[in-house]
T-cell receptor, first 114, second 114 residues
């Protein structure tokens, strides 16, 4: 049983560019959450998707957007990249919205903005 | 603002010694509390959680944590450290019962010396 898979594992972009990160949830999970983990910090909640809609959102600007597909996979899009967007982006899946007791995390996508 | 504080960004112990990682939360209403472990190049893995049942919580890999409301603490302990315990540990809180988002501490990196 595959866990949460994220792609790509590493990515290098330049300021002002746009990036798309992808996540496939654990089999049987229908809810996907995204977190940003800056160097030396704990993960910060970006948003959560359930039934193809954004259900909750953390304190992130509109440059951060997402999407969930009918197969429950999800994308995180970041526009107009800033140097400060460099971080590890983690995807987590669960069986239901905000079921944090049963969150499964992927290994993340390391984004570097130059 | 609701927050969680991990005392000590880096803790070093000898193999076989007691592991104590500190976590304090800021709220008069006890939240749900979690400890996660992150090994290099991997996602977060849940070690244990407190959700208002027993105050002493046992988790995986021999770790346990005790919820102390009077001290607003949820420190993580393990009687005898193994080399394989070297990793980064994150304390997280969830306010608002099962509907809140996870708020993570900044993490404590545990080193284990032979």
């Amino acid at each position: 049983d595959a866990g949460v898979t994220q792609s790509p594992t590493h990515l290098i972009k330049t300021r002002g560019q746009q990036v798309t990160l992808r996540c496939s949830p654990k089999s049987g999970h229908d809810t996907v959450s995204w977190y940003q983990q800056a160097l030396g910090q704990g993960p910060q909640f970006i948003f959560q998707y359930y039934e193809e809609e954004e259900r909750q959102r953390g304190n992130f600007p509109d440059r951060f957007s997402g999407h969930q597909f009918p197969n429950y996979s999800s994308e995180l899009n970041v526009n107009a990249l800033l140097l400060g967007d460099s971080a590890l982006y983690l995807c987590a899946s669960s069986l239901a919205p905000l079921d944090n007791e049963k969150l499964f995390f992927g290994s993340g996508t390391q984004l570097s903005v130059l | 603002a609701q927050s969680v504080t991990q005392l000590g960004s880096h803790v070093s112990v000898s193999e076989g010694a007691l592991v104590l990682l500190r976590c304090n939360y800021s709220s008069s209403v006890p939240p749900y509390l979690f400890w996660y472990v992150q090994y290099p190049n991997q996602g977060l893995q849940l070690l244990l959680k407190y959700t208002s049942a027993a105050t002493l919580v046992k988790g995986i890999n021999g770790f346990e944590a005790e919820f102390k409301k009077s001290e607003t603490s949820f420190h993580l302990t393990k009687p005898s450290a193994h080399m394989s315990d070297a990793a980064e540990y994150f304390c997280a809180v969830q306010y608002g019962g099962s509907q809140g988002n996870l708020i993570f501490g900044k993490g404590t990196k545990l080193s284990v010396k032979p």
